[in-house]
């Protein structure tokens, strides 16, 4: 009996390793006549974008590049080959326009891909300081502008069984205090890449999501997010200013240097993510990446949440003014 019990263990843990080690193999391969491929991305002017753009580039896709600002876009341009075209889109609902040659260009050449990478991040202050404007400014960017793009795209990645791919990020799974308005943007935009992965189950459409940790580029900069955190506390009311002064903004101050030295520098680790994604055999549902998601942030996701909210939680409340501040 223990022997039997033994072979089939064995033979359990075999299969086990030969069927991982398949699913490792398929997932190192890419799809045949990637060069016959078009993929659109938003925000290709600077950060993962601009690098997924060049990587997909030099593999011979073909790249429809949607740049914000003309200087981006000619950047871009002379930095690539002649097969890459670049398109000037603001993906914002009040300003957004599906550029009709886009479309029609497409409907020729066909779509394998989009990638809705287009994200900005306004505000670096508690909510009381954050207008709601900028929760507005946000969420128009990262939800409803991603979700345009996607309702204008989807009949032509139906015609292919083509892949989406929308870039959320780490934080948006543990509530990340002081950037609240674009932790719930990013949210909102994984529950929706969820929901639409299902409704599309049965049409070849696959949907993924890229979580990334911190990753140097222009959305993190640290002179950019301390100037959001002085602009929002100058502005706040005087009794708003007492309340979260002192303490609270000489934390984010400082985590902001801290972030400066934990923020990868290697963001094309997040355009090779996004690059499995769109032309990989076995592309994964869900991306994390980067250090801090497989570590920091996956920990915190087994922790009870009275841990998590005492460790990235804010020091008491003090009614001083905030030391940095003191001096201007
Ligand atoms: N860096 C990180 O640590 C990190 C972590 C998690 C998730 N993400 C996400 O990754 C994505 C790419 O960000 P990134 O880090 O590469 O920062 P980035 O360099 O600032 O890239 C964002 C791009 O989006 C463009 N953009 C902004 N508003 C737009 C609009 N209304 N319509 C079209 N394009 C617009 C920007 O253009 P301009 O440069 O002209 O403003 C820029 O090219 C974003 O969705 C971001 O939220 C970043």
Same mark, same amino acid.
């Given at each position: 009996m223990f022997l039997v019990a033994a072979v089939f263990a064995t033979f359990v843990a075999l299969l086990t390793l030969v069927l991982l080690f398949m699913y490792w193999y398929m997932s190192l391969q890419e799809l045949k006549g990637v060069n016959r491929k078009s993929v659109f991305i938003t *925000?290709?002017?600077? *950060?993962f974008g601009n690098l997924l753009a060049k990587s997909l580039d030099r593999k011979g896709v073909r790249v429809f590049a949607g740049c914000l600002t003309e200087e981006g876009a000619a950047k871009l341009r002379s930095e690539t080959s002649s097969r890459l075209l670049t398109v000037i889109v603001n993906i914002s609902p009040s300003r957004h326009h599906t550029t009709g040659s886009l479309t029609i260009h497409l409907l020729w050449t066909g779509l394998w891909g989009v990638v809705n990478n287009a994200g900005v991040m306004p505000t670096f202050a508690p909510v009381e300081w954050t207008t709601m404007e900028e929760f507005e400014q946000v969420f128009n960017v990262n939800f409803f502008g991603t979700i345009a793009v996607t309702k204008a795209f989807l009949p032509l990645l139906r015609q292919s069984s083509g892949r989406l791919v929308n870039v959320c990020s780490v934080t948006s799974n543990c509530g990340y205090p002081g950037i609240s308005s674009y932790v719930t943007s990013k949210s909102a935009l994984k529950m929706f890449s969820v929901c639409l992965r299902r409704e599309l189950l049965h049409s070849g459409v696959t949907v993924h999501t890229i979580e990334p940790g911190g990753f140097q580029t222009n959305i993190t900069d640290h002179h950019r997010m301390a100037g959001m955190v002085k602009k929002a506390y100058k502005r706040s009311s005087p009794e708003l200013q007492a309340v979260y002064g002192g303490h609270v903004c000489d934390y984010l101050l400082s985590g902001i240097k801290t972030a400066r030295d934990y923020c $990868? $520098?290697?963001?094309q680790y997040v355009a090779d993510a996004m690059t499995h994604a769109l032309l990989s055999r076995m592309p994964k549902l869900r991306y994390l990446v980067g250090p801090d998601a497989h570590v920091f942030f996956r920990l915190l996701g087994y922790l009870p949440d009275r841990v998590v909210d005492y460790i990235l939680g804010w020091p008491a409340l003090h009614g001083t003014i905030c030391s940095e501040l003191e001096q201007e």
């Amino acid at each position: 009996m223990f022997l039997v019990a033994a072979v089939f263990a064995t033979f359990v843990a075999l299969l086990t390793l030969v069927l991982l080690f398949m699913y490792w193999y398929m997932s190192l391969q890419e799809l045949k006549g990637v060069n016959r491929k078009s993929v659109f991305i938003t *925000g290709c002017d600077t *950060g993962f974008g601009n690098l997924l753009a060049k990587s997909l580039d030099r593999k011979g896709v073909r790249v429809f590049a949607g740049c914000l600002t003309e200087e981006g876009a000619a950047k871009l341009r002379s930095e690539t080959s002649s097969r890459l075209l670049t398109v000037i889109v603001n993906i914002s609902p009040s300003r957004h326009h599906t550029t009709g040659s886009l479309t029609i260009h497409l409907l020729w050449t066909g779509l394998w891909g989009v990638v809705n990478n287009a994200g900005v991040m306004p505000t670096f202050a508690p909510v009381e300081w954050t207008t709601m404007e900028e929760f507005e400014q946000v969420f128009n960017v990262n939800f409803f502008g991603t979700i345009a793009v996607t309702k204008a795209f989807l009949p032509l990645l139906r015609q292919s069984s083509g892949r989406l791919v929308n870039v959320c990020s780490v934080t948006s799974n543990c509530g990340y205090p002081g950037i609240s308005s674009y932790v719930t943007s990013k949210s909102a935009l994984k529950m929706f890449s969820v929901c639409l992965r299902r409704e599309l189950l049965h049409s070849g459409v696959t949907v993924h999501t890229i979580e990334p940790g911190g990753f140097q580029t222009n959305i993190t900069d640290h002179h950019r997010m301390a100037g959001m955190v002085k602009k929002a506390y100058k502005r706040s009311s005087p009794e708003l200013q007492a309340v979260y002064g002192g303490h609270v903004c000489d934390y984010l101050l400082s985590g902001i240097k801290t972030a400066r030295d934990y923020c $990868s $520098s290697k963001p094309q680790y997040v355009a090779d993510a996004m690059t499995h994604a769109l032309l990989s055999r076995m592309p994964k549902l869900r991306y994390l990446v980067g250090p801090d998601a497989h570590v920091f942030f996956r920990l915190l996701g087994y922790l009870p949440d009275r841990v998590v909210d005492y460790i990235l939680g804010w020091p008491a409340l003090h009614g001083t003014i905030c030391s940095e501040l003191e001096q201007e």
